[in-house]
């Protein structure tokens, strides 16, 4: 039976400040990503406290509230309490100048922007590695029109990659969609890639006397991202400078003619290049390091998924499987981060003698185990309870250390769960699957055990919900706690 999201959207937004105080939102996979107005008109101890919300992560720029895998569900009833130009309001601010509101500035237009995109990303690298699979086993050979076309279905995701970033953005940074949609389209278009071809071969390629550099932007996120970024500034102002009775076809021709051109000569390059250079310094460290940097890795992912920065990592991963067509790194750490938190799961709804905890730990340790969506196992049971958090880092280390020694890489950009092992077999490497699934019951394994061992303060039956209960997470009495045995 459907759960019904209006009352909780409609505490949702009252623990927010009201509607007035809503500036814009948005959502990825779980959560519910809000931009206030006035932070200090969110009462974030209420919210924690909402049956249905599993935890909240404020930040400069951003108020996000954990729904989970039914996250949907509850924006489209938050929807329907906003005006419909909620996105439009000018948010007022009088925070200081800092390097820090910089760095959270650029990680929240990345995050902003890619959030909205994953779904699209995660559907492609199914449908590649379906394609992959069928490949694999002999029922189409490389050039049979099916496996084409199955591949190309894959691949649109990746290839018009640039174009999605910018619509995303737009939304994201406030200016014209279609224009910055139509200057993406540019950098993909089949006349252009041909001409950056030539130029990559050495042919001198230039725009009214300018030398524009050769790059490749399939596949790429950093170049559209600034590129829209830009957009806004020149769009306002082109619309001061043109006459109000032509604004209808000198603006946007104007906007086109300074945009596109900048984009291709200098912020293309240069997002390239930022790109590139966020890449060589994660693999750096991941060629020195190896295996040990993909344990530190597996230990450290959930900690990333609560601040919301593991989508940082979105970007990097894209680009090294399009350049190498695999990623060792970051990928293979989050088997073991993933799997850990449902292993743990399963541990807290053994043990536990609260029947709505059970419930919610086995939900989330399904949704762990075999989707790779660890949230709910995170807010609902790890961070709830503290030491299954503690096992989770642990076994994320372990399995990290074990996936980095045996070479592991996935193939595509899918969360790590059960259906979505295949990314990580490699044809060339029959042993790559026994790894992956030697990785996968160890997490589930390791956690499990380490969660019994380590024990944590079940929540009593009876205890009312609070704020300032769940806060603290509602520490019981010492004969309610669970022994190790």
Known sequence: MAKNFAPLAQSIVAALGGVDNIAAVTHCMTRLRFVVVHDDQVDTAVLKSLTGVMGVVSNDTQCQVIIGNNVSQAYAEVQKLLPADVAEKEIASNKKFSFKRIGAGILDALIG???PLIPAIIGGSMVKLLAMILEM????????????????IGDGAFFFLPVMVAASAAVKFKTNLSLAIAIAGVLVHPAFIDLMAKAAQGQKVEFIGLSVTAVKYTYTVIPALCMTWLLSY???WVDRITPVVTKNFLKPMLIMLIAAPIAIVLIGPLGIWIGTGISAVVYTVHSYLGWLSVAIMGAAWPLLVMTGMHRVFTPTIIQTIAETGKEGMVMPSEIGANLSLGGSSLAV???TKNPELRQTALAAAAS?????ISEPALYGVALRLKRPLIACLISGFICGAVAGIGGLASHSMASPGLFTSVQFFDPANPMSIVWVVGVMVLAVVVSFVTTLLLGFEDIPVDAPRTAQSKQSDAVPPASLAVKTP
């Open 113 to 115: 922007t890619m959030s």
């Open 137 to 152: 086993s002999g029922v189409f050979t490389k050039a049979d029109p099916t496996l084409v076309i199955l591949n190309v």
């Open 234 to 236: 020149i769009e306002r």
């Open 349 to 351: 709804a053994w043990r």
């Open 368 to 372: 762990a185990i075999v989707a790779g």
